[in-house]
């Protein structure tokens, strides 16, 4: 089955940029979506469709997918951004959504 | 604005089954869109239960079907999910999820989650 790969951590300087991985075989050819998750609090989507935001979502926040991995960018770290990221993919190989291992960002 | 809300027993008892609701305002779920269950163990990642298209086809992760059960109420426009045979393996934050996208879904819409604790 599909297997997606995220490091589990990434840590930033606030005011710098943050990348945060996903890899799987081939994922350029999927639509990769990106939540945010803090302590206590249910996901947010905060990228669709590998590099749409939905309303609401600031522009420092960006995606891209290519190859083997997909990033998700984000510009400008502030302490708020601390959270952990998951990215998400649909398996067409057993039709049902699958989720990254998730990566927990710490802003420095 | 769309809204859903998860409700159900907090703690259930091993080898019973697990029942929850989830309520959604704002929007008609017999109207469309794919309807989710995730779920959330204590300090780990997100997976996903299973989902019921509004046309009411249900879909299952393979690990969890043979206990998993998920239908729809229009009338009172929520969705139930029911999983049997719970051990404590099972403990966790359960997420109801509204679901865009088709074919390649994304869950944009979420409730705030429900902990459900399996202990006797």
């Known amino acids: 089955s599909y297997v997606l790969t995220q490091p589990p951590s990434v840590s930033v300087a606030p005011g710098q940029t943050a990348r945060i991985t996903c890899g799987g075989n081939?994922?350029?050819?999927?639509?990769v979506h990106w939540y945010q998750q803090k302590p206590g609090q249910a996901p947010v989507l905060v990228v669709y469709?590998?590099?749409d935001r939905p309303s609401g979502i600031p522009e420092r926040f960006s995606g891209s997918n290519s190859g083997n991995t997909a990033t998700l960018t984000i510009s400008r770290v502030e302490a708020g951004d601390e959270a952990d990221y998951y990215c998400?993919?649909?398996?067409?190989?057993?039709?049902?959504?699958?989720f990254g291992g998730g990566t927990k960002l710490t802003v420095l | 604005q769309v809204q859903l809300q998860e409700s159900g027993p907090g703690l259930v008892k091993p080898s019973e089954t697990l029942s929850l609701t989830c309520a959604v305002s704002?929007?008609?779920?017999?109207?469309?869109?794919?309807w989710g269950w995730i779920r959330q163990p204590p300090g780990k990642g997100l997976e996903w239960i299973g989902s019921?298209?509004?046309?009411?086809?249900?879909y299952y992760n393979p690990s969890l079907k043979s206990r998993v059960t998920i239908s729809v109420d229009t009338s009172k426009n929520q969705f139930s999910l029911k999983l049997s045979s719970v051990t404590a393996a099972d403990t966790a934050v359960y997420y109801c999820a509204r679901g865009d996208g088709i074919p390649e879904i994304y869950f944009d819409y979420w409730g705030q989650g429900t902990l459900v604790t399996v202990s006797s």
């Open positions: 704002g929007y008609s779920i017999s109207s469309g869109y794919y």
């Open positions: 081939n994922i350029g050819s999927k639509s």
């Open positions: 469709d590998d590099s």
């Open positions: 019921i298209y509004h046309s009411g086809s249900t």
């Open positions: 998400q993919v649909w398996d067409s190989s057993s039709d049902h959504p699958l």
